[in-house]
């Protein structure tokens, strides 16, 4: 992954963007509070966004309801914001543009040029290699 394609994901619009979601579906959330997804999902959360837990190998986390996947989720999502390894991330892509997520966000160490494009030209605002949680923090202040 060169630094070239991980800024082309940066852009502050789109950033801005997907921090305006209100419901967060976070994919790859662990009940493991040493998880990274664990704390910024509970940062999410005490900064009053909707969490949405997805993760299959959960039944809940954070006293939420976990659903195996984003189609599963009831009503609408306005960011996917992913935890998950870069193989993964393709058919998450596609799930997303599926149920009308607004954003795709890749957090800090993932990339997926292919999969970010994809999800760009279905309209998604789409960020990679950063945390929410950071991004938000910093916006916030």
Same mark, same amino acid.
């Given at each position: 992954?060169?630094?070239?394609?991980?800024?082309?994901?940066?852009?502050?619009?789109? #950033? %801005?963007?997907?921090?305006?979601?209100?419901? &967060?579906?976070?994919?790859?959330?662990?009940?493991?509070?040493?998880?990274?997804?664990?704390?910024?999902?509970?940062?999410?959360?005490?900064?009053?966004? %909707?969490? &949405?837990?997805?993760?299959?190998?959960?039944?809940?986390?954070?006293?939420?309801?976990?659903?195996? $996947?984003?189609?599963?989720?009831?009503?609408?999502?306005?960011?996917?914001?992913?935890?998950?390894?870069? $193989?993964?991330?393709?058919? #998450?892509?596609?799930?997303? &543009?599926? #149920?009308?997520?607004?954003?795709?966000?890749?957090?800090?160490? #993932?990339?997926?040029? %292919?999969?970010?494009?994809?999800?760009?030209?279905?309209?998604?605002?789409?960020?990679? $290699?950063?945390?929410?949680?950071?991004?938000?923090?910093?916006?916030?202040?």
């Amino acid at each position: 992954m060169s630094n070239l394609a991980t800024t082309q994901w940066q852009n502050p619009q789109d #950033i %801005e963007r997907c921090l305006q979601a209100t419901r &967060i579906a976070v994919v790859g959330l662990s009940n493991n509070p040493m998880r990274p997804s664990h704390g910024v999902a509970r940062y999410l959360q005490a900064a009053g966004y %909707e969490v &949405i837990p997805v993760n299959p190998s959960e039944t809940t986390v954070l006293d939420l309801v976990c659903y195996p $996947d984003l189609e599963a989720v009831p009503g609408p999502v306005g960011l996917v914001n992913v935890f998950r390894q870069p $193989d993964a991330v393709m058919p #998450i892509a596609r799930s997303a &543009i599926a #149920i009308g997520a607004k954003g795709l966000w890749l957090q800090l160490g #993932i990339n997926h040029d %292919e999969a970010l494009t994809l999800a760009q030209e279905a309209g998604l605002a789409c960020v990679a $290699d950063l945390c929410t949680k950071v991004e938000h923090q910093r916006r916030r202040r």
